[in-house]
């Protein structure tokens, strides 16, 4: 079984839709991070988090929400999705020696 | 401020040749770490190295092999032999102690290695 997995892999919203992706891991990680990718473009820093109780903005942090519901569990939230947020998103873990572990990525795209 | 620049946005090579991908980066920290990823076109991100920045030796593994000059702030990348399933996006990334161990990515290379 994957360390890091995604749900869903590819989802096709609306316009105005609120949407949930969520990532679990395996790993007992502490450090847990959710990236954008856009097409072309390298990985950008959503939203991180280091344990239960700490979670930090990042780079593009506007128009998303996380919610860390347990050591293994860290979900991303669009409350109101748009279209200029259709990219593909990536959770990941990080080790003591700041290794980064992804998940498979989810292909979201926004009507 | 924290920066990774992967100059060549694309490469076209013929299988067998060698090819370069160059990385330079940018950080105050004096403890950091440098990676290479690689993204194939079913779009995973797949690990290839890590290398602190205590460590300059140049590492070798198989095909591919890094060069890390603290001197000139790169850490380059090369793939011997280079063949088809070579192709792909590759990443370079900077992570550092003092910033929470988030990675910091450049805009990525595309190798696209013809037969």
């Known amino acids: 079984d994957a360390d890091v997995t995604q749900t869903p892999r590819n989802r096709i919203t609306k316009t105005g839709k609120r949407i949930m992706l969520e990532c679990s891991q395996t790993k007992g990680h502490d450090r847990m991070y959710w990236y954008r990718q856009d097409p072309g473009l390298g990985l950008q820093l959503i939203y991180y988090s280091f344990d239960v109780k700490d979670i930090n903005k990042g780079e593009i942090s506007d128009g998303y929400s996380v919610s860390r519901q347990a050591q293994a569990k860290f979900s991303l939230s669009l409350e109101s999705a748009i279209p200029n947020q259709t990219a593909l998103y990536f959770c990941a873990t990080s080790d003591f020696q700041a290794r980064q572990f992804f998940g498979p990525g989810t292909r979201l795209t926004v009507l | ?115």
Do not use: M
């Open chain 2, 1 to 115: 401020a924290q920066k990774v620049t992967q100059a060549q946005t694309e490469i076209s090579v013929v299988e067998k040749e060698d090819v370069t991908l160059d990385c330079v980066y940018e950080t105050r920290d004096t403890t950091y770490y440098l990676f290479w990823y690689k993204q194939p076109p079913s779009g995973e991100l797949v690990f290839l190295i890590r290398r602190n920045s205590f460590d300059e030796q140049n590492e070798i593994s198989g095909r591919y092999s890094w060069n890390f000059q603290k001197s000139t702030s790169s850490f380059n990348f090369t793939i011997t032999a280079s063949q088809v399933v070579d192709s792909a996006v590759y990443f370079c990334a900077l992570s550092s102690y003092n910033q929470g161990g988030k990675l910091i990515f450049g805009q990525g290379t595309e190798l696209s290695v013809k037969p």
